[in-house]
């Protein structure tokens, strides 16, 4: 009986889990490393390769320099990359300030509807922005929205298509999408701690000063600094409001690659796309690693 | 002893949450929820009055009635609505068996795809479109003699762009995984596959009757999200010159601006009745062990 039982305990798992540990592993993950490689891969490449090309014109030659980068942050390019970058922080600094509060209202909420009814909202509203978002404003707030006409807004210098009108709309998205980062960090700090700074004679400001706030930082931080890359790469939005008048660096993109300003400038714009990845990927080295790290603060 | 003191603790934790509960003086929390409800709704009421109160002609439903009529609207959402089937189901058949078998060995190529997943994040949609219409170009400029340009044909058709759903699955790869994960992390998937396994079922099995049902919740986020995703993409359609549904809310918006606002408010609508319905039906084993 004992013999049976160990036998059968001990010799299967020597010989075969191990195979079926590794070979399943392997196998399941090559379909979407391929499919990277092949949907994600050769675009990214041949962005990567055109950034550093020219064609002459005359000959039909390709030839390799960095004429294309050096274009893209000049002029009007240039301008539009910087535009982008102040458009970005502004509403992510606000929108993370916002979206502090409203999580943290809706977190030590009594009501758990009100808190699942805030995070469904914000759900659909962090992730269904775009065109349906651009055309709620510009019936809101737009040359004749309703409020403009209601409240006689034009008059007193209100312009939805300018920088602070784009913040606005901007916001509607931005302020979900870090109710949504900052939930999960807020519901980590316990009860115990805020009792524990009472109970040693700290006021709120101070328990917010000395304890929340430290371990919030990593999340707040990283938090922002998604929403800043959420709202540099958002186009849809600024595509479908106010079309090119305000200088963002999607906006040059699209134009460029539908050659709307100058025939040939293809190349430039995949130029200016290599300068946005540059951008976003230092924005995820910064927000990953935060990540990570108020994971850890929390779990622990 | 310990267990007495810890019950002490317990108990003068619970008291002081009751004294706390009922303390209702915190102005600022009801401030911020008015505050963010006038921001958020003003809008969405705002684009209602819009589309039913035309200057000139009052109280009319025509942007409404109108819908279903205007050229153009049903086979663009049904363009849509077939994209984000193909993407669905494309991105959980790649996702799913990996990040599974990554839970059950291979934890090695864990944070390869974990990095992989999250590289579309770098590539904004734009930058990402760009690459693909450079990709595109070489099709009639290089291939125009191989086999290879027959399926850069066939994936432009504009009755059904493949491309687009290629471009669709490699956007949605960092709200899968990251949905897929935390699904996964809140149960063991070791011992359920070999308690399954002990039981006498295949892998498949194990998988399919075991692991599936308890990633429901996932699953659903999963899909959800990539279904949003999918109909509110704008970017990468246009750059690209197809057609769906977004695309066309823009394109009828300069004949017909009470008919596209008409139209988003309805999609915005849409969408969140069905997230709140998503919500009530696998929320509860979502919130459940979180208790």
Redesign the interface.
């Known amino acids: 009986m004992t013999a049976t039982l160990t036998r059968v305990d001990v010799a299967p798992p020597v010989a075969s889990p191990k195979r079926?540990?590794?070979a399943?592993?392997?196998?399941?993950?090559v379909?979407?490393?391929a499919?990277?490689a092949?949907?994600?891969g050769?675009?990214?490449?041949?962005?990567l390769n055109?950034a550093f090309t020219v064609k002459d014109p005359a000959t039909g030659a390709t030839s390799y320099t960095t004429a294309n980068l050096t274009a893209s942050l000049k002029g009007a390019y240039l301008t539009a990359l910087l535009g982008s970058v102040k458009l970005s922080a502004v509403s992510a600094v606000i929108s993370a300030v916002?979206g502090l509060?409203?999580a943290?209202?809706?977190v030590?909420?009594?009501f758990r509807a009100?808190r699942?009814a805030?995070l469904?909202?914000s759900?659909?509203?962090a992730?269904?922005?775009?065109?349906?978002?651009a055309?709620?404003?510009?019936?809101?707030?737009g040359n004749?929205?309703?409020?403009t006409?209601y409240l006689d807004l034009t008059d007193k210098g209100w312009d939805l298509y300018s920088f602070w009108g784009l913040v606005i709309v901007y916001?509607?998205f931005l302020?979900p999408l870090m109710v949504l980062t900052i939930t999960p960090a807020l519901d980590g700090l316990r009860?115990?701690w805020r009792?524990a700074a009472?109970n040693n004679g700290a006021t709120a400001v101070q328990y917010w000063r000395h304890v929340a706030l430290p371990v919030l930082a990593p999340s707040l931080l990283g938090g922002f600094v998604l929403l800043f890359?959420s709202a540099?790469?958002a186009?849809?939005t600024a595509?479908?409001m106010v079309g090119s008048s305000i200088p963002l660096v999607?906006l040059q993109?699209?134009d460029a690659?539908?050659g709307n300003v100058l025939v040939g400038q293809?190349n430039v714009?995949?130029a200016l796309?290599?300068d946005?990845?540059l951008v976003?990927?230092l924005v995820?080295a910064v927000y990953?690693p935060l990540q990570r790290r108020s994971a850890r603060w929390l779990e622990a | 002893m310990a267990r007495s003191m810890n019950t002490a603790a317990r108990s003068t934790?619970a008291s002081?949450?009751s004294t706390n509960?009922s303390v209702p003086v915190?102005p600022?929390?009801g401030l911020?929820?008015a505050g963010?409800a006038l921001?958020?709704l003003?809008?969405?009421a705002?684009?209602v009055?819009?589309?039913v109160?035309v200057?000139g002609e009052g109280v009319t439903f025509d942007a409404y009635t109108q819908i279903f009529g205007t050229d153009g609207f049903v086979s663009s959402l049904l363009l849509s609505l077939e994209l984000a089937a193909a993407t669905i189901a494309i991105v959980l058949l790649?996702?799913v068996?990996?990040m599974?078998?990554?839970r059950?060995?291979?934890p090695k190529?864990r944070p390869?795809?974990e990095v992989?997943c999250?590289?579309?994040?770098?590539?904004?949609?734009?930058?990402?479109?760009?690459?693909?219409?450079?990709?595109l170009k070489?099709g009639p400029e290089h291939l125009s003699r191989t086999p290879l340009f027959q399926t850069f044909t066939a994936i432009q058709n504009p009755d059904f762009p493949f491309v687009l759903v290629?471009?669709y699955?490699?956007m949605a790869?960092p709200f899968v995984y990251r949905a897929l994960d935390a699904g996964l992390r809140a149960m063991d998937v070791r011992t359920l596959v070999e308690a399954a396994r002990s039981c006498g079922a295949g892998?498949p099995q194990a998988l399919v009757r075991a692991v599936l049902p308890n990633l429901r919740g996932a699953l659903l986020n999963a899909s959800f999200?990539t279904l949003?995703?999918v109909?509110?993409?704008?970017?990468v359609a246009?750059?690209l010159g197809f057609q769906p549904f977004?695309v066309w809310?823009?394109n009828v918006?300069g004949s017909q601006?009470q008919l596209?606002?008409a139209v988003?408010?309805l999609?915005?609508l849409v969408?969140?009745a069905l997230?709140?319905a998503l919500?009530g039906f696998g929320?509860r084993s979502r919130t459940a062990p979180r208790g």
């Open positions: 079926r540990r590794h399943p592993g392997w196998l399941a993950v379909p979407l490393l499919f990277v092949l949907a994600f050769i675009p990214a490449l041949a962005m055109g916002l509060l409203l943290q209202a809706v030590t909420s009594r009100l699942e805030v469904t909202a759900g659909v509203l992730n269904f922005g775009g065109v349906p978002l055309f709620a404003f510009v019936a809101t707030l004749s929205g309703v409020l006409r916001l509607y302020i009860v115990q009792e009472r890359g540099f790469a186009y849809a595509a479908a999607t993109i699209a690659i539908s293809e714009a995949l796309s290599l946005m990845v976003a990927g995820m990953l | 934790n002081a949450r509960r915190r600022w929390r911020v929820l963010a921001y958020f003003v809008p969405l705002a684009s009055i819009f589309t109160d200057p790649l996702m068996p990996a599974v078998a990554l059950l060995g291979a190529l390869v795809v992989v999250s590289l579309p994040l770098v590539v904004p949609p734009i930058a990402f479109v760009a690459g693909i219409g450079t990709v070489w290629l471009a699955v490699v790869l892998w999200l949003a995703l109909l509110g993409e704008f970017t246009q750059l977004a809310i823009v918006s601006a596209s606002v988003s408010v999609s915005l969408t969140w997230l709140l919500a929320g």
